[in-house]
Structures are given as C-alpha cells and as structure tokens.
C-alpha cells in the first residue's frame, strides 16, 4: 500500500537492485525472478560502500533507460550512523518517475529518514517504502508492477450474448419471489426453466416419480441416460453413488430407479440424456460484501475443492475477463490436455464456449439482482463445448447498496 501510495507506477518489468550485500542482492534478484521481473546481476557496492556510492549507483539507475525500477539495500556489516546515507539514497531517486523501494537496516514501514514531508508535515509522494528483507521488497514490486501492466490494458466492453429473453426471466422471478417473499432455492426444473431464458441450456433430463416413469422418461429422451438421486446429500458425491451411467435399455432403467429410490428413500429420480465426456468444471455466483456478486470458476473435484484452486471475477463480467477467468486456475492447463510441461493428455476442450457461459451467467445476475446464489455444477468440457449435467439457483429480495452502479474501476 506504501509503494502505491508514495512511489510512482514501473512502466515495465525491468529492475535494478543495488546494495552493500552481494547475498541480500542475489535474493532480491532470485525473487524477482520468481514473480516474472525482468532482472540482471545486483549493483553490489561492498560492505565499505560509502553514502556518495549509493547517491551514484541510484542517480544512474534512475536514468538508464534499461530501468522501470529500484530496489535499494542498504544492511551495514557493523554499527554506523544511517542518516547520511538514507539522505544520499533519497537525493538519488529525487523526481523520480520510477519506483524506488528499500530495505533500509531492515526497517519495516516508512522510515523517517526516507519520508519527505509536504504541507504541515503530511508524508508526500516520493517517500521510500522500507522492507524486513529484499525478498518481500521483490514480491511488493511485482503486485504493483502487475497492477501497473493492467492500468495500460485497453479497456474492454460488457458484451451481452445473443438470444436473452429478459423479459421472461423476470415474471418467472416476480412470481417466485410472490410465492416465497423471502427467497428459496428453486426446483431443479425451475432452475433450469430460468437458466434457458438466457440460452444456458442444461443438458435434457426429466423427473420420474415410478420405475414406469422413469423408462418413458429414457425412451423420450434417448439412449444411453443416466439416473440420478436427487436431494443434497446425493449431489456432486466423489463416489458416484447416487448415479447410474450408461443406461441402454429398459430392464437398467428400471432397476437403477428401484435402486435409487430405496437407497434414499425418495421417489424423485432425474433420468438425463448422457452427455459427451469432458473435463469437469464449476462455475458459481455468490455474493462477496465488499464487491457484490462475483464469479467464481475452476475445474472440479474433492482435491480441487480442499486447494482452494478457484478464480473470482466481478460482475458484469467483460469479454476479456471472461476468457482470462476460464484461464486464470492454477489446474487451467488440464483445459488444453496438458498436466506439464510437455505431458499431454488429451485434447483441448473448447474454453471458448465456457467463457461464453460465464458471460451468459453474469448477464442473467447482472439482470435478476433477486439471483443470490448460482452454481452450474458440473459442467463436462469437451472439444465440442460445455455440457452443464446441474444447476442450483437461489432467489431472495434484492440486497441494499450504498450505490447503483457496477462495481468497476474506469
């Protein structure tokens, strides 16, 4: 917060660190590295170095044209006195438009010999940040160069997708909300009723209460199905057991209803269309009290689950933001086949048409602010696109705001 508060923005990623410790140098250097600076070999001026050493090495820093920033060290071998070069080291970054930040004797905050005072003695721009150790200096710098790269980004649009029938989605809502004045979850089927409105369609599947209705069922919709248990405890279990795949005639159907109507004692058994294999994905709107609604995606799985490996996007979400989301997991590789570096395991899934999703998704809570919560869940990623076997939707009365507006830097 320092660094963005008093020093100005890196226009890239090159870095300069100089310092009277060749091992604290080398692990500026290591870190920087790490976070994707752009770094050479340390300026090391030497245990004896002098305050005119550093006022030279940062004065030349400051113009090279190689150079977008400065992490100065300053860590004397032996007790000195400080103030000479703390004000040598201010004299070398004076008006400067690149950062300097600083691990000054392993002072943390902003040191008083570092700060510059303006009216009635307020710290001013062009005070220099202090840290414990170089290694959290490289890691602040590499945050804000980040923040830095994004400000110069084109500024990229809301997009709504074709094929949005909004005015649908809201008496659909406006009549639930009449008959639940506080919000409930929806039923399955009139999740995905609501879903359809904003061209999510939910791969085909009907209720069947009886082991005959479950076999019309199959043959409405086709062979091969799946049947599945419905209730919360049966959802999304890692060890399938509310789920029969595959089913190819009548005689399976039938049994896996019995099967599954007995194991959780509930007559509703949803017999769905078998969808192409993929990947499995999450896709899940909550709301955040700081940001509102926020998106939230990553691949799906009990160890993905215990990671925490999800990306968060504010809505409305933007073309851009859409694709980068689909991307940003640290599990995101396993979209284009790959688990490492030169491991393939598969073809790439189509990552397009889940950005579409998201898109669609934000567009439909952006419209419906009585949409609380939305999980797509799982959605199989093939080569051929985004089949989405689940959705769980949950509408309440619309939340207070301080303001009416996105919440969006412009």
């Not at 410790?21 to 752009?38: H, N």
């Not at 030349?60 to 032996?78: G, K, L, N, T």
């Not at 939910?202 to 076999?215: M, N, T, Y």
Request: proline share 8%.
């Amino acid at each position: 917060a320092m660094l963005l508060a008093y020093q100005p923005l890196p226009d890239g990623p090159r870095l300069a660190v100089i310092g009277n410790s060749a091992a604290l140098g080398w692990l500026a250097v290591d870190a920087a590295r790490g976070e994707g600076l752009e770094v050479g070999e340390p300026t090391d001026l030497g245990p004896q170095a002098e305050p005119a050493d550093y006022l030279t090495a940062v004065a030349s820093a400051m113009d090279s044209a190689e150079v977008d920033a400065v992490i100065v060290i300053f860590a004397p071998p032996v007790p000195t006195a400080v103030t000479a070069f703390a004000e040598a080291i201010r004299a070398g970054a004076q008006d400067a438009v690149k950062p300097v930040l600083t691990t000054f004797v392993a002072d943390h905050g902003m040191p008083n010999l570092l700060t510059v005072r303006g009216a009635g003695g307020i710290v001013d721009r062009g005070s220099i940040p202090s840290y414990p150790d170089p290694e959290r200096a490289a890691r602040a710098l590499a945050r804000v160069r980040r923040y830095a790269a994004w400000r110069t980004r084109p500024a990229s649009l809301v997009v709504r997708p074709d094929g949005l029938e909004v005015g649908r989605a809201r008496e659909l809502v406006e009549r639930w909300m009449t008959r639940s004045p506080d919000g409930d979850w929806l039923g399955d089927l009139e999740a995905a009723e609501l879903l359809a409105c904003y061209g999510i369609r939910v791969v085909d599947f009907r209720e069947a209460r009886d082991p005959d209705a479950a076999v019309a069922a199959a043959a409405e919709l086709g062979y091969p199905v799946a049947a599945k248990a419905t209730g919360e405890m049966w959802r999304s279990r890692p060890d399938f057991t509310g789920v029969r795949l595959d089913l190819w005639r009548d005689t399976a159907v039938r049994r896996a209803y019995t099967d599954l109507a007995e194991l959780t004692g509930n007559a509703v058994v949803h017999i769905q269309k078998m969808a192409t294999k993929g990947v499995g994905c999450v896709l899940r709107v909550q709301d955040d009290p700081s940001f509102g609604s926020v998106i939230g995606f990553g691949l799906s799985g009990t160890i993905i689950d215990l990671l925490g490996d999800r990306a968060y996007r504010a809505l409305p979400l933007t073309q851009a933001e859409a694709l980068e989301l689909i991307d940003a997991p640290r599990a995101a590789p396993l979209l284009d086949g790959q688990a490492g570096p030169g491991r393939t395991i598969g073809e790439p899934v189509d990552k397009k048409a889940l950005a579409v999703l998201a898109q669609r998704i934000s567009a439909l809570c952006d419209d419906l602010p009585e949409v609380r919560e939305l999980s797509v869940e799982p959605v199989l990623a093939s080569p051929e696109g985004a089949a989405i076997l689940y959705v769980r939707v949950r509408i309440g009365p619309e939340p207070s705001r301080f303001d009416n507006g996105p919440r969006r830097l412009v």
